[in-house]
């Protein structure tokens, strides 16, 4: 027997109805049922951080999340980053650094980034490193990224600095 | 098969006493707070059979930090994050920010939950060592018969019965955690061995608190033990041996030795049972000449 529980949530800034199983993971329901292949499947269990989501304002790993739990809170996947102007410093010092190798933790990098970032404008190594304590990544060694997101809070800094 | 097959009904309710009389029906629930650990349970198979999934992590006012008289009461539903980032638990409970910094990764210490550490009874929990050394006492909450909230109060010493076993009745709910407001004089150390400082469940953790006076004694000592036995525990005989002394590089030794003899930890994939005794051992002797220096 397969029960299904019907939620409302807000995904990328649009409302959204979905219907869950009771122990679906978030990540499953983002991949499986709405669609959105963005957010990765790792480890599936909160090892590997590819499947990291904002929600509420704080990242978490989607496939820790009870899909039946997303009810009535907001959601942002790297989709919804790809199109926000807020994350563009973070994607072009992504691209600029080198920090994609075979871009599998790419997305849950960016995502993890961006909620440093909302947390501590300008990050310095020692800050972005103990960010990123919860996203493996098996081919750039880290230093790229690392470099791509304390470049990133500081070149929005820097704009922030001019106006 | 996955236990949660026979699972009917999911529930989210905003009121304790909603989620307590779900919780007292017959066939009980399985309560859903992070998640973080739940769903692994799930994925594993390792759940046991209930009839409904209780969804806690919407009742009001279970996750709120704040004093009462001469306590610090910090609810079941605070994140870890919560915890290593309020002013008053960085004020009162220093050991507990400690131990909550060392807690797998942001990701996870922005949705794991301190009752939800506590209730699943890992002898490597993070927060048990350090809330064993500052005296915690539970809040546990049920329905009574007029259908009012009932609390009782448990030492923490007295909660872990085994690994992933409480002294959590049927029908009883976790809502807070109090800690007495720490003496004058306090000092507090938290030491967690593993292979990498993030994501790593611990080989062995060590939490001390201790008061020490104008001359230099310690008093009040606790020396607790995670990972090293089938429940986190206090090592008495070491704690004894310091209660009312100066510590020096002698003692520290001695202390050491009394405490890696009160461990009985096991073989696993992350230790042998003889690496865990070093490990208490090297890293209590460590700990207390820092903090005979400090």
């Known amino acids: ?163 | 098969m996955m236990a949660t097959d026979c699972v009917e009904r999911y529930l989210a309710p905003t009121g304790l006493a909603q989620a307590l009389a779900a919780l007292a029906e017959p066939g009980g629930a399985v309560v859903l707070a992070g998640g973080t650990d739940l769903m692994p349970q799930i994925n594993a198979g390792r759940l046991r059979p209930a009839t409904t999934l209780l969804n806690i992590r919407r009742v009001q006012g279970l996750a709120a930090i704040a004093l009462d008289g001469d306590s610090l009461v910090i609810g079941a539903l605070a994140t870890l994050a919560a915890l290593r980032s309020d002013a008053l638990v960085r004020l009162h409970a220093p050991l507990l920010v400690e131990a909550a910094d060392h807690f797998a990764s942001d990701q996870i210490r922005n949705a794991a939950t301190l009752g939800g550490n506590l209730c699943n009874a890992s002898p490597a929990g993070d927060t048990l060592p350090p809330l064993l050394a500052l005296d915690a006492e539970l809040g546990l909450a049920s329905l009574g018969e007029a259908g009012a909230v009932l609390e009782r109060r448990l030492p923490l010493a007295e909660f872990f019965v085994g690994p992933g076993r409480t002294r959590l009745a049927a029908g009883e709910l976790l809502t807070a955690v109090r800690l007495p407001l720490p003496p004058a004089g306090r000092i507090t150390r938290f030491c967690k061995a593993g292979t990498r400082p993030a994501l790593d469940i611990a080989t062995i953790s060590l939490a001390f608190a201790a008061r020490r006076d104008d001359a230099g004694r310690l008093h009040e000592v606790h020396l607790a033990l995670g990972a090293v036995a089938p429940i986190p525990l206090r090592a008495r005989r070491a704690e004894a041996l310091l209660e009312g002394r100066v510590l020096d590089a002698a003692l520290a030794v001695e202390v050491a030795r009394a405490a890696a003899g009160e461990a009985t930890p096991i073989d696993d994939v992350r230790a042998t049972a003889w690496y865990r005794r070093e490990l208490v051992h090297n890293l209590t002797r460590r700990m207390l000449n820092d903090v005979a220096h400090a």
């Open chain 1, 1 to 163: 027997m397969s029960l299904t529980h019907e939620i409302h949530f807000r995904l990328n800034g649009v409302m959204q109805r979905a219907a869950v199983g009771l122990q679906m993971s978030a990540l499953q329901m983002l991949r499986e049922v709405i669609g959105l292949a963005g957010t990765k499947y790792g480890c599936g269990e909160g090892e590997c951080g590819a499947c990291t989501i904002i929600v509420d304002g704080a990242s978490v790993n989607a496939c820790l999340l009870f899909a039946v739990d997303c009810d009535g809170r907001e959601l942002t996947t790297i989709e919804g980053l790809a199109r926000n102007a807020q994350t563009e410093a973070l994607r072009k010092a992504f691209v600029a650094h080198g920090a994609v190798q075979c871009g599998f933790c790419t997305p849950g990098m960016v995502v993890q980034a961006t909620h440093l970032l909302s947390q501590q404008a300008n990050p310095d190594a020692t800050a972005a490193k103990r960010a990123i304590e919860g996203n493996l990544c098996r081919c750039t060694g880290y230093l790229k990224i690392v470099e791509a997101i304390v470049d990133a809070g500081g070149q929005a800094q820097a704009t922030e600095d001019r106006r």
